[in-house]
């Protein structure tokens, strides 16, 4: 009975005490330094009411971790009465000014109630009378291991996309294929907000994100998604580049469209939307255009002739990505589908001179071609992480290709004509594929770090392909062109199964783990290539009229089967150390590494070609070693690394078969019963310095790779016939080595100044198997090369005025024992300059950038050239900053040709190509946001 009172007693008390629970709501709000917008431990942050009396001394703090444990955001939490209510917060910190915040409640707000970020700032930053202490802002600092650009440290003109920025940022730099290098490193991805965007197209995002939209940017080592979930790491972590926009812009939606025409008919349209809400993201792209152009004003270095685009494009394109995170960011979901339709015009003119032994064979090629493509596709990837990993991703790609071309080959040995060929073909091509991915990781003994990786993988590769090409041959030995039809209708069908498995025993003994990994692969392929010549049907009526015209020497059937099961063992020695004495978190990282792949391959190939029907049965078992080392000192002040690898790469099978293909008129192409597989030893040595002052950083790299074994093309030239003969042989002993440094800094206190400076020695001995004319047996020819690079750049950024100045230069010198073969010595070198000022007031923007590209000991005037590049815009803003109207010049005073040059150990060549070197463009953009009342 009293055990039943006390029970009646408890859930009154819970009763009549729920009405005042549920009257209660909870002040959240973030806490930060004002100055550096980094999180602030050690805040006290109280709870006034109207009358001024405590209601809660002391809020609850939360600290929150990134993947590195470093501290990414600090949050308070006070629960207070509420309803129709007036509370102050008072934020206090020892070195800092107090700061009060008025919080208004009313009766529709329940449960949590975000607050602005409370933001203090340091004593010695606040107002003396009638001065104001103004900082400079830091453009770059370092956040733990994380390094943060401060976009709103950097001036940029109305209308500047994300690139724009990104070009600006010390020791960043992008090379012409859009690849991003912080400090000589490669990006390996480009995120918004700590999430994918756009799988990973970071043309999308650079070209049309406004800046102004960017809080900054963050540079890390990123944990992998199963990583975080069983909380430690399992995956190799990425290198990422991280785009984080400012509050007002994280819900809601931003857009802009932009229309463009300029001179030589060129033309271009696109839109763009990204949508937020407190769990999803939308995007939408759509652009039209036949620009074909990846550069823009202000890239130096880009505008070479050697980068000159090669064919006039006319691109359609669309695309959708849709990005769902539940709250708790275990659950995501993203959806994306494209559209791409392109048409690309190409016309080409090339002169080539061969070095051979006693011979100048000097070959013309003329060649138009059209091509039509279009591709559609379909991704989507679902994933959960807590405490156990899982993901789910389906993919489907299905591209459709047409053309033609038409050209015109000439060949002449010492000036005598030995043979021409004209060719006409069209061509046609579906190609679709079909992608099923599951993954995930789970622990079985989270308190020692052991757990399962398991993964499942389906493949499905289907094409079909139909050509047909009519050819006229002209020999110098005949009177007239024989003329003959090739129609080819090839198909390939591929799938492929791979399971896999890891197991990772931590901390056996003394900070050690043993890794043990499985991956097994079943792979199946049919491939048909059929060659027929209409022109050889004896009579129309002939009923078997389709093998009567078969190239049954040049057509061929083949089906392989490829069983692989691949084991790694490998052991892992576990360090610590922190990014200063004050912080209490540890950084985990591998000293060393040490393991061994060992895989097994199985492999048949059934093979039909004219007289040939061979089975080809391979079995190989490999042991490919590896090896890596860290060492860190002084709160990662100093990082030190090595890598050694050695791998083993089987060639194709098919390569192997003793085989004929001389479909195409004066080439012929062999098979090689002999090839045997490629050996490779890679070594790899880093260093990171990152000294306190003036936000230096320097990265060096040396790599050397030997090639034990590798596979090249033997040519062989016949001057009577005029046919090239090809086949894959092997060749030893070719080797790489290389040395890289970059170091960048700023100049000043005020950081309006930067220098940085980049430089690479590289040393190749190549290895070429080339067989001459009346040769009685192959020779293997080296080329020694050892090319010399050091690039440098100072600007200056004060407001709105950017000023650099940029020089390059690159050494290139080729030995060969060749009896023919000549030294180069040869030079390129590169030196501008590039402005931009935004005009006070009237918000106009003038940009230019000049560059001169001079090449130097090519032995020929024509190779030997100076091109000066003049590129200018001029831009206007308008309504506040949402319209804005720009023109831009490219090579105003026509520098560029379309002419180029490449000289190599093989021989000479000049080529010229149907392109657009220099236009006027004006382009009118629209931008636009909107985001929803927060309560």
């Known amino acids: 009975m009293k055990k039943l009172k006390i029970f009646l007693f408890m859930c009154l008390a819970m009763i009549g005490y729920s009405p005042l629970v549920a009257q209660e709501v909870e002040l959240v709000g973030e806490i930060e330094d004002e100055f550096l917008k980094l999180p602030l431990i050690g805040v006290k942050v109280s709870v006034f009411d109207e009358q001024n009396k405590v209601v809660v001394d002391s809020a609850g703090t939360y600290i929150f971790l990134t993947p590195t444990y470093q501290p990414d955001k600090v949050l308070y939490s006070a629960k207070v009465p509420g309803g129709n209510r007036k509370y102050r917060l008072r934020a206090t910190r020892r070195g800092y000014t107090t700061v009060?915040?008025?919080?208004?409640?009313?009766?529709?707000l329940q449960g949590e109630v975000w607050q602005p970020v409370l933001r203090l700032r340091k004593e010695h930053d606040q107002r003396l009378g009638e001065a104001v202490v103004t900082a400079t802002k830091i453009k770059m600092y370092h956040k733990g291991d994380t390094l943060v650009y401060n976009a709103d440290a950097f001036k940029l003109p109305d209308g500047s996309r994300l690139d724009a920025l990104i070009h600006q940022m010390p020791g960043v730099t992008m090379n012409e294929h859009g690849e991003i290098f912080v400090n000589g490193r490669k990006i390996d991805e480009l995120l918004l907000g700590s999430r994918s965007f756009m799988r990973g197209n970071k043309k999308v995002l650079l070209e049309n994100l406004p800046y102004y939209t960017v809080k900054n940017i963050k540079v890390y080592e990123q944990q992998s998604d199963?990583?975080?979930?069983?909380?430690?790491?399992?995956?190799?972590?990425?290198?990422?580049?991280?785009v984080h926009l400012k509050n007002e812009y994280t819900r809601g939606y931003i857009a802009n469209l932009e229309a463009a025409a300029g001179t030589r008919k060129r033309w271009m349209g696109r839109a763009f939307l990204l949508g937020f809400s407190d769990q999803w993201r939308y995007a939408a792209m759509a652009n039209s255009n036949n620009v074909n152009e990846t550069r823009h004003l202000g890239q130096m270095g880009y505008w070479s002739p050697a980068l000159l685009p090669q064919s006039l494009v006319t691109t359609h394109s669309g695309a959708i990505d849709v990005d769902y995170q539940s709250k708790d960011k275990r659950m995501k979901n993203n959806l994306n589908a494209s559209f791409t339709s392109t048409e690309t015009e190409a016309e080409m003119r090339q002169r080539n001179e061969l070095f051979l032994e006693n011979l100048?064979?000097?070959?013309?090629?003329?060649?138009?071609a059209n091509d039509k493509?279009?591709?559609?596709?379909?991704?989507n990837k679902w994933s959960y992480n807590h405490r156990f990993s899982l993901t789910s991703q389906t993919d489907f790609k299905f591209t459709k290709e047409n053309g033609w071309a038409q050209s015109l080959y000439e060949q002449r040995d010492n000036q005598d004509f030995t043979v021409s060929r004209r060719e006409h073909g069209f061509n046609h091509e579906r190609n679709w594929i079909f992608n099923e991915q599951l993954w995930g990781s789970v622990n079985f003994n989270r308190a020692k770090q052991r757990y399962l990786n398991y993964s499942l993988l389906v493949f499905h590769d289907q094409r079909e392909a139909w050509k047909t090409d009519r050819f006229e041959l002209q020999q110098s030995s005949s009177v007239s062109p024989s003329a003959s039809h090739n129609t080819s209708d090839v198909s390939h069908h591929a799938t492929t199964v791979h399971a896999s498995a890891s197991v990772v025993f931590d901390n056996l003994w003394k900070n050690t783990s043993l890794n043990i990994s499985d991956n097994l692969t079943w792979y199946k392929d049919y491939d048909r290539d059929y060659l027929y010549h209409p022109d050889t049907l004896a009579s129309p009526l002939q009923l078997d009229f389709?093998?009567?015209?078969?190239?049954r020497d040049n057509s061929y059937v083949s089906r392989r089967h490829k069983i692989r099961n691949s084991l790694d063992v490998g052991l892992r020695h576990k360090g610590r150390y922190k990014m200063?004495?004050?912080?209490?978190?540890?950084?985990?990282?591998?000293?060393?590494?040490?393991?061994?792949?060992?895989?097994?391959?199985?492999?048949s190939l059934d093979y039909m070609r004219g007289a040939i029907d061979t089975v080809l049965n391979r079995s190989h078992f490999y042991a490919d070693p590896y090896l890596s080392l860290r060492y860190v000192a002084n709160h990662r002040r100093h990082d030190l690394t090595f890598n050694a690898k050695y791998s083993r790469r089987p060639v194709d099978l098919l390569h192997r078969v003793d085989f004929r293909d001389d479909r195409q008129p004066l080439v012929v192409k062999l098979g090689n019963p002999h090839l045997k597989d490629n050996l490779l030893t890679e070594l790899r040595l880093g260093y990171t310095l990152r000294p306190d002052k003036y936000q230096q950083n320097l990265h060096a790299e040396a790599a050397f790779d030997f090639h034990h074994r590798d596979v090249a093309q033997s040519v062989r030239y016949n001057p009577t016939s005029g046919v090239y003969t090809y086949q894959p042989v092997n060749v030893k002993g070719s080797h790489r080595s290389a040395l890289k440094v970059d170091y960048v800094r700023s100049l000043d206190q005020k950081n309006r100044w930067t220098w940085q400076l980049q430089t690479e020695a590289n040393y190749h001995h190549a290895l070429d198997h080339t067989m001459l004319a009346e040769a009685t047996r192959s020779e293997v020819q080296a080329v020694n090369t050892t090319s010399l690079y050091g690039g440098t750049y100072v600007q200056y950024n004060q407001g709105a005025l950017n000023v650099r100045a940029v020089g390059n230069l690159k050494w290139h010198h080729s030995t060969g024992k060749m009896r023919d073969f000549t030294t180069l010595n040869a030079w390129d070198y590169q030196y501008g300059a590039s402005a931009r000022y935004?005009?006070?007031v009237i918000h106009t923007t003038l940009a230019v950038d000049a560059m001169m590209y001079s090449r130097r000991g090519y032995g020929s005037a024509a190779f030997n050239t100076d091109d000066f590049v003049l590129n200018a815009s001029l831009s206007q803003s308008f309504l506040k900053g949402k319209l804005i109207a720009k023109v831009e010049a490219f090579d105003v005073l026509h520098q560029l040709s379309n002419v180029q040059y490449a000289v190599n150990a093989?021989?000479?060549?000049?080529?010229?190509?149907?392109?657009?070197?220099?236009?006027?463009?004006?382009?009118?953009?629209?931008q636009f946001n909107r985001s929803p009342k927060r309560l």
Do not use: C
Not at 226 to 242: H, I, N, T
């Open 360 to 368: 100048r064979p000097v070959s013309t090629f003329r060649r138009q």
């Open 546 to 551: 389709l093998q009567a015209i078969t190239d």
């Open 373 to 379: 493509n279009k591709a559609v596709n379909v991704s």
């Open 226 to 242: 199963r990583s975080q979930a069983l909380g430690y790491d399992v995956d190799p972590r990425k290198y990422v580049m991280d």
């Open 838 to 840: 935004t005009l006070p």
């Open 906 to 926: 093989q021989g000479r060549t000049e080529t010229w190509t149907r392109s657009l070197p220099n236009y006027v463009m004006f382009h009118l953009a629209f």
């Open 100 to 108: 009060w915040k008025d919080v208004t409640l009313t009766d529709s």
């Open 580 to 603: 200063s004495p004050k912080m209490p978190v540890d950084i985990v990282y591998d000293i060393w590494s040490l393991g061994v792949n060992l895989p097994y391959t199985h492999e």
